[in-house]
């Protein structure tokens, strides 16, 4: 017999996004504020996170329409900017360094699907973007990378693998194209 896909079958498996309660009350504030397209005050959004359990380091630009699946899995560092329209869907934790910009557009992606079984169950992966790295408009990062300090994912790739400290990367899948090198301020 031919083995398919029986989504009929798809459960969460050990997932749980958390109390029912919690999740239903950042449903509202996400829908109504972190996505919205209205330019709340960047410290009510921080302010917010926290409240709902994300670890918000000082001087977080969050600008509009941004998604976070689950603020309690995240962590951000210190003078980190989100560009618009960014998804952090953290069905698993996230962890964001100091100085990182994730531009418009940008998706992190914690969930994946196995597809080798029929019952397609979660694939989950933690991602870890380490200090000063630049995640660039429209990029993907996939379940399980972690970017090592001041790597460049560039515009519209897909990291699956993890990308090496104080490198650039650019494609799908991406790969190494030079060394990142930063000049002094004359």
């Known amino acids: ?78 003078h980190c900017w989100i560009g618009e329209s960014v998804w952090i869907d953290n069905l698993e934790d996230v962890h964001i360094g100091s100085h990182v910009c994730v531009s418009q557009g940008a998706l992190l992606l ?28 429209g990029s993907i990062v996939c379940p399980g990378v972690s970017c090592g300090s001041h790597a460049i994912l560039t515009v519209k790739s897909v990291a699956t693998r993890d990308l090496e400290p104080w490198q650039i990367y650019a494609g799908n899948p991406a790969t190494f194209v030079r060394k990142r090198t930063m000049k002094t301020n004359a």
């Open 110 to 137: 914690t969930g994946n699907h196995d597809y080798t079984q029929t019952d397609f169950p979660y694939r989950l992966g933690k991602i870890r973007l380490g200090d000063g790295v630049w995640i660039g408009a």
């Open 1 to 78: 017999m031919e083995m398919t896909t029986d989504l009929s079958a798809f459960n969460t498996g050990t997932y749980k996004a958390g109390p029912k309660w919690k999740v239903l009350s950042w449903y509202f504030v996400n829908y109504y504020i972190m996505n919205s397209a209205f330019p709340w005050p960047m410290g009510l959004k921080s302010r917010l996170l926290r409240l709902f359990g994300a670890k918000v380091g000082k001087g977080l630009v969050i600008k509009t329409k941004v998604r976070i699946k689950n603020p309690w899995r995240l962590t951000i560092g210190d």
